[in-house]
């Protein structure tokens, strides 16, 4: 089978880098290893979001039954999205799992990410604390995922203040992600991210 | 009933597995049978007894021929392909008439509903000799191009790769197209035209008969391990099936071990609780308690709550240490849990400690009755050798001693179902119907430890107290089981 996977992935490679999207930067695709079972993807955060010019590496891991079962991917940046572990970069999608069809490419995959970073589904998360940010305030929310962005995927958007919260916490001697995780879960409440670094 | 301080005489070999499913082999119509003479006049119809279920217990090749029947019934009267045919049964559980009459009346909006049919047929336009296949991304000829109902062309090579995936993943009848939002599902004809590997033709045929038997309402595989027997009833209703093979006795409709008065959710609920809860609950598995008045310390080895202490000869009972005198039929409270009138008003921490007195409370009587109903089989044996004994020494006949092992069998049945009271108990609203389901559990409780305690200590002597004794027993369970078993 493992031949039909690498056959297949050569000439999606070829479609991928021809493709219109590609020439726009929007989406990318690189070779991780020589046997075609590893690959980088690369999307850039689409506009109008709060990932808005960030980009997002992707670790692609293509199963020995490829095409006919999805390829294994999870993002390599760190991300704060409903869909998306803030911890693992697992993805929530259905068609990395069941909706998955012999006939998807790497292609509709990242577009189909590029297109979950627009629209979250908060009702089916994979990170249920930033899901519920998400739900209940949708403006801090959208000031976290900007945040992150600016700082995990180079995105253009700067959050001054919650910078600054991120440094405060930072030298009370908690190392910066810790921190910054702690503030995006307790909606920038210093003192409860502060409880709950002492905590764990 | 048994007490015993300290002492070990529960080194009984457990080969008790065979007679101990003497009774429930012909259980479900056959156990009144067992019955002595004197109580016949009481022999309940099989309209009146609660439990009655009517089954079948099939080999293999038994269901194929039922299954290859519905599916023949459904090919001649609509003249349709029996791929199809399975299909359509399998896509509606096998209701038969359901399907008969849809596909008289509007063929392909059943045919869109099954996803046998897509909604639209696919256009692909197939100019040249040759296209390109949407899977592999190569050139194929367009004579080894294949599709569905749908139009979806893919090559032969990839619809067999994309077959043999799915059955070594154990999909067989979930199948569906390989195209990109295509929900029509794979007919067995096609896959068998188009798989390459023998062995996993067989494989899928096995696996699909599963799939069969599972989506279909009357019939069960036996839960029993490694038992090959399905079982098939007229309707699927949470009933007392037992496996002749295997001895399993088990719930109809959801497989778990039979549970009534509670239903299959509950029961579920319940068990799930009581994995959760388990390591909270696990104190109480200790199987000693103290005698509550001389404090030597008693070791609970046969299954009667009842208990005499052998060294103070007190009276108690196990449950809650009281004195057994309080727990005459009319007041038996043992097994009602008499909440907290005040609770809500209390602190989060009490009603926390409440809820889990509560579920302990439950949970305790429910364990305790299964460990005793695991110790009625050791008293099982105690009462073969005894009515060995018995019969050596020429005191009456073997057949004389009979009425003992069939009132040991009924205590076994009433403890099972007292055991199962408890959940229906736990998550019961507080109203009254629950006051009449609790006295009539604390009736049966009761009942049930009266005769237990006649059977640990019957002689020939005590016969007709004893029958009189398993009338009210068997009484009271069936009208627990009449008053609160849905129906």
Do not use: A, E, I, T
């Given at each position: 089978m493992a031949n039909i996977a690498e056959a297949r992935i050569r000439r999606e490679f070829k479609e991928v880098v021809k493709s219109e999207e590609v020439a726009k930067c929007h989406i990318k695709v690189e070779l991780v290893n020589d046997n075609y079972t590893e690959l980088r993807g690369e999307i850039i955060g689409p506009p109008d979001t709060a990932y808005d010019g960030g980009k997002f590496i992707l670790e692609i891991k293509i199963p020995d039954t490829y095409p006919f079962n999805p390829p294994k991917v999870k993002f390599a940046t760190k991300i704060w999205h409903p869909n998306i572990s803030s911890v693992t970069g697992a993805i929530c999608l259905d068609i990395l799992k069941d909706q998955w069809a012999a006939a998807m490419t790497l292609r509709t995959v990242l577009l189909s990410l590029q297109a979950l970073l627009a629209t979250a589904e908060p009702n089916d998360p994979q990170d249920a604390v930033v899901a519920k940010q998400y739900k209940e305030n949708q403006a801090i929310f959208l000031q976290t995922a900007r945040h992150w962005t600016n700082v995990y995927a180079g995105g253009p958007h700067r959050e001054q203040v919650l910078e600054q919260k991120v440094e405060q916490v930072k030298n009370m001697g908690f190392e910066e992600h810790r921190a910054r995780v702690a503030l995006s879960s307790a909606n920038w409440d210093p003192e409860r991210a502060t409880e709950s670094l002492l905590n764990s | 009933m048994s007490d015993d301080m300290n002492s070990g005489e529960s080194d009984h070999d457990s080969d008790t597995d065979l007679s101990d499913h003497m009774d429930e082999d012909d259980d479900y119509c056959g156990y009144y049978d067992n019955d002595t003479n004197d109580l016949d006049i009481d022999k309940p119809k099989k309209t009146d007894d609660p439990e009655y279920f009517e089954f079948e217990l099939l080999q293999l090749e038994d269901v194929e021929r039922f299954l290859n029947e519905e599916v023949e019934v459904l090919c001649s009267s609509q003249k349709i392909k029996p791929s199809l045919a399975k299909m359509l049964l399998h896509a509606h559980n096998w209701k038969k008439e359901f399907v008969i009459e849809c596909h008289s009346k509007n063929p392909s909006k059943l045919l869109v509903d099954s996803k046998v049919i897509p909604k639209t047929k696919n256009q692909q336009l197939l100019a040249g000799p040759s296209a390109v296949c949407g899977v592999c991304l190569s050139q194929v000829a367009r004579t080894d191009l294949y599709d569905l109902s749908c139009g979806h062309m893919f090559c032969g090579e990839c619809w067999d790769s994309y077959c043999q995936v799915q059955i070594q993943q154990g999909t067989t009848l979930g199948i569906a197209c390989m195209a990109n939002d295509c929900d029509v599902m794979m007919p067995e004809d096609f896959l068998y035209s188009i798989l390459s590997k023998p062995d996993l033709r067989n494989r899928y045929s096995q696996l699909s008969f599963l799939e069969y038997v599972k989506s279909h309402p009357a019939l069960r595989f036996?839960?029993?391990?490694?038992?090959?027997i399905i079982v098939k009833a007229k309707d699927c209703r949470a009933k007392k099936v037992l496996c002749s093979t295997c001895h399993t006795m088990f719930c109809f409709k959801c497989g778990l071990e039979y549970h009534a008065p509670t239903d299959c959710d509950v029961i579920k609920k319940w068990l799930t609780k009581c994995a959760d809860d388990s390591e909270t609950a696990n104190y109480i598995s200790a199987n000693t308690k103290d005698c509550p008045k001389c404090h030597v310390c008693i070791e609970k080895n046969?299954?009667?709550?009842?208990?005499?202490?052998?060294?103070?000869?007190y009276d108690f009972c196990w449950m809650c240490l009281g004195d057994w005198k309080a727990h005459g039929s009319e007041y038996y409270e043992c097994s009602r849990y008499k909440e907290n009138p005040n609770i809500a008003n209390e602190s989060v921490h009490a009603q926390a400690r409440e809820a889990l007195k509560k579920y302990l409370f439950y949970f305790e009587r429910w364990e305790n009755h299964a460990k005793s109903l695991k110790l009625e089989e050791q008293t099982l044996d105690k009462i073969k050798s005894r009515i060995q004994e018995k019969v050596m020494n020429s005191t009456g006949t073997w057949i004389d001693w009979q009425y003992l092992l069939d009132a040991a069998h009924l205590l076994k049945k009433c403890r099972y179902t007292l055991q199962y009271t408890y959940p229906y108990a736990y998550y019961m609203e507080k109203c009254a119907r629950k006051q009449l389901f609790e006295y009539q559990q604390a009736q049966l409780e009761a009942e049930v430890e009266n005769l237990s305690w006649k059977v640990e200590r019957a002689e020939i002597t005590h016969r007709g107290d004893l029958e009189n004794q398993m009338d009210i027993a068997e009484k009271r369970r069936l009208t627990l089981l009449k008053d609160f078993l849905d129906i």
């Open positions: - | 036996c839960p029993g391990p490694n038992c090959p046969g299954g009667c709550n009842h208990m005499q202490c052998s060294k103070c000869k």
